[in-house]
């Protein structure tokens, strides 16, 4: 299984991007994908995600509003649309897939994504 994340970078508070996870070597409609975050100091955070059958999400209280998580099965791809940027949204981003029903988790490399003026 490999997942790999694009699309971090440096951004001005305010602005948005658009995070991708490419995922591979699994049958991609029975995960669960999720996004983390992990900033210097603290200890990794679920920041969004949406179950296998595509429909339910779930948002930390810190980007409801702001994020949105999506995927396209047919591109076995997982995306986080991140708008209104804060300083406080700096950190290092990681794509997660869980097998439905079970604990199995595989993690990506992560992205880092910088808020700063």
């Known amino acids: 299984v490999q997942l790999v994340e694009s699309g971090g970078g440096l951004v001005q508070p305010g602005g948005s991007l658009r995070l991708s996870c490419a995922a591979s070597?699994?049958?991609?409609?029975?995960?669960?994908m999720s996004w983390y975050r992990q900033a210097p100091g603290k200890e990794r955070e679920l920041v969004a995600r949406?179950?296998?059958?595509?429909?339910?999400?779930t948002y930390a209280d810190s980007v409801k509003g702001r994020f949105t998580i999506s995927r396209d099965n047919a591109k076995n791809t997982v995306y986080l649309q991140m708008n209104s940027l804060k300083p406080e949204d700096t950190a290092v981003y990681y794509c997660?897939?869980?097998?439905?029903?079970?604990?199995?988790?595989?993690w990506g490399q992560g992205t880092q994504v910088t808020v700063s003026s």
């Open positions: 070597g699994l049958t991609f409609s029975r995960y669960h």
């Open positions: 949406i179950v296998s059958a595509g429909g339910s999400t």
């Open positions: 997660s897939a869980r097998l439905a029903s079970t604990t199995l988790d595989y």
